[in-house]
């Protein structure tokens, strides 16, 4: 065997791993690196392909596809540098742009930076994806593109360095380990405002805007759920305890935000359905993200439970009663599920709870009260300076793109005709 080793060493391109990297710690962020790419292409691409009109179909997995290339470009030529530099409390700097400063051998904590830089920048993709659901159907191919980028430097690079990385909402202590503020509330806010800005689709509340392919939807909702294990997982960035009790809530969540949507729908409504409980499972996902590092199971359970019911009630309010066209449910899943999550995450963070007990609170904090404060500053502040931000880049954007809306002839056609000259189907 020492003579099969010594061999095996000497062979052209065979190389110990590099000292002081952590092999299974880099094992486990590469798979996890992998998972969370794969939620957003195909996962989160199929789930809102279905559930648009079949006209429209391309154009929703046209548009994750571009952001996610768009925004992996970015994140290399400053993105990352400006989340995760030094810089101030406000804003990282561009002392690593391109990853002039970064190579193979570079390290973060235990693992290999070009490997974190590769994990994180798929945080970065699925963020502004997320928000396709609140215009779908009706916003111009280059304004979704336009917006979308723009609105990864103004929103979400700066909020990522505010929590992640060492900025002010991390130095109050803050507790958001895998994006309750920095991906779910930006994105549900964000896909609230551009819904609102751009109005409602033609014949919204009159004509039939069903999903057109559930079993699409389903198995793009299956592939999140997976994915989610490296989204939360691996926001441990270790192969240690925190990844795999982060995995275990947020699967126990996902479960119990499922069964309660259903469970909902079953008794408000007499049938329970297929769009419901994924729905719900996405609700109970996005909840549990936040407080995934810093609850156990019995507290992920009553998160979950607490999702899917919160989530459906806000869905139909914003629906029914204010006539939000926020045509896929980003805000009322995504961003109040990141609020009810950073929230509850202050309550079960606890370490006095009994069988709720988590594992303490963040920063200088030593009551529930105390860290209940701050996340509620840190959801106020990513709520309005979201919003705020969005707002101006949406009317920036109509102005440079001269209308951010399809006209009423393309919308009717569907975008995947109208803005990409292809169908989804040709039967």
Known sequence: ???????LALMPGFALAE??????DTAWILTATALVLFMTLPGLSFFYGGLVRSKNVLSVLMQCFAIACGASLIWLIAGYSLAFGEGNAFIGDFSNMFLANTDKSSLSGTLPEPLFFMFQMTFAIITPALMVGGFAERMKFSSVLVFSLAWLVL????????VWGGGWLAQIGLLDFAGGTVVHITAGVGALVAAMYIKNRHGYGSASMIP???????????????GWFGFNGGSAVAANGDAAMAMLVTHVSAAAGSLAWMTIEWVKYGKPSVLGIVTGMVA???????????????????????AGCVCFYFTNLIKQKWKIDDSLDVFPVHGIGGILGTFLAGIFCSPDLGIFSGYGFGGDNTSIGEQLGVQMVGIFATFVYTAVVSLVLLKLVDMLTKGIRVSAEHEQQGLDISSHEERGYNL
């Open 1 to 7: 065997m020492r003579n099969w080793l010594i061999g």
């Open 19 to 24: 000292s002081g990297a952590d092999t299974g």
């Open 155 to 162: 929103v979400y690079l700066p909020v990522c360095h505010w």
């Open 212 to 226: 057109h392919n559930l079993t699409m939807t389903v198995g793009g909702a299956g592939m999140l759920w997976v």
């Open 284 to 306: 109970g996902l996005g909840t549990i993200t936040p407080a995934s590092g810093y609850v156990g199971p019995a507290a992920a359970l009553v998160i979950g439970l607490t």
